[in-house]
């Protein structure tokens, strides 16, 4: 079976010179869909002219691509709009180009695999590398190659609009103040959570976590600690139960009036625990990817960086090596995924113990990679009499597409969770506002 069909696509063309708006039955076709370089040009020059409102015609069309060392003459586009004579035939013309399009990529991803299998290094990372991409052929896309700024306008213009109406489509943390810095984690985001040990960062992330799996599926690899470790902790947020008491037990008849609440509240949340430790990122990706088959994805927590394992000849080379996969795989995934991470001890060594970017352990590659920073600091860890205490300050380091400074967050220590600073001096209030609050700690 021939992987082209040239008449196809010179139908195609030659549909679109006929001097109509055919966008709707052309929907999904790309150029790189078309096989032939002349043919791929003139359809990504027609779909630029159909953005600005202008009809495309044999001569106009040779205008645009004069001078291109693959134009086909204006001899060509005239024979090919003599050929689009039967748009009734459109749709299965494209139908065809499309399907060949895919039997290629086809092609190459077994060409890949087979490259893959043939070589060296880790089995693992290799078989990964194969389910991303047979995954791409699932997903039903191509390989994109480079876009014009015109089609990347357009495409990007009803997400700016939304701006303009006050929408955001951003993914919320939940804190309110935070959502006004960062204007919600967006997709293909690495957003790192840096902390000291016990300042509480497996708490905030995991409680986004349980945020956002009230509305979308959030996969979480705990590498610390084990997953019955976080059913407790995001059990006492959830149902505002002091985690001593689920632990060691001693529960009032209120507490288990909340704790039943809480069970309820947390069996509904749409969130995959993992708790195997030292995992590889071609582990996370391929357990990512599982998952995605049967779910879209709205989230990935990784707990915590420094844990996972790697191939690099050091240690910094390896933390560079799972930041910048990490980074891929939001990508990939095409949503936000928050990596911990483990600061130095160098922050403890000054008198101003808030954390700076330096701070981060082991490689300058994760501040590189990471596109929002995020670190935590609570006083009261070396303060216990610090005016501050029951207050985490959020030090927002980085952020490439919002703002940097500081978030002041309520800390709930007894239930391992953050509120809004809204909260702070109503502890003992209604339950509706205790439900602000819902998360996990670490340590």
Known sequence: MSLTSPAAEQTIIGCCLQGQILADRVAGLLP?????????????????????????????????????????????????AEHGYSLAMLPAHVSTVRDKATRRALLA????????????????????????????LVDGTVTRGPRLIGDVLRDYMPEMGARWEGRNDGLMTGFADLDAKLRGLRAGNLVLIAARPAMGKTALAMQIAANVSHGGVVVAFSQEMAETELADRLLASAGHVALDRIIGGGMTSDDHDRFAGAVGRVQGMRLYIDDQPAQRISDI???TQSVRRKHPIALVVVDYLQLMAGDGANRNAEIEQISRGLKALAKELGCPVIALSQLSRKCEERPNKRPM????????????????????????????????????????????????GDVRLTWLGEYTSFADCSYQGSREESQPMRRRSRGFDEE
Not at 37 to 45: D, G, T
Not at 372 to 385: F, H, L
């Open 109 to 136: 991803a077994a060409d890949e695999i087979a490259s893959l299998a043939h070589g060296n290094g880790d089995i693992r990372e290799h078989v990964a590398s194969a389910a991303a991409a047979v995954s791409k």
């Open 357 to 404: 970017l330096s701070d981060l352990r082991d490689s300058g590659a994760i501040e590189q990679d990471a596109d929002i920073v995020m670190m935590i600091y609570r006083d009261e860890v070396y303060n216990p009499d610090s005016p501050d205490k029951g207050t985490a300050e959020v030090l927002i380091r980085k952020n490439r597409q919002g703002q940097i």
């Open 32 to 80: 790189e869909h078309f096989a032939v370089e002349s043919h791929r040009e003139a359809f990504s020059a027609i779909l630029a002219a159909w953005h600005q409102g202008r009809p495309v015609d044999p001569v106009s069309l040779d205008d645009t691509l004069k001078g291109r060392s693959d134009s086909a003459g204006l001899a060509y586009w005239v024979e090919c």
């Open 285 to 287: 990706r391929a357990k």
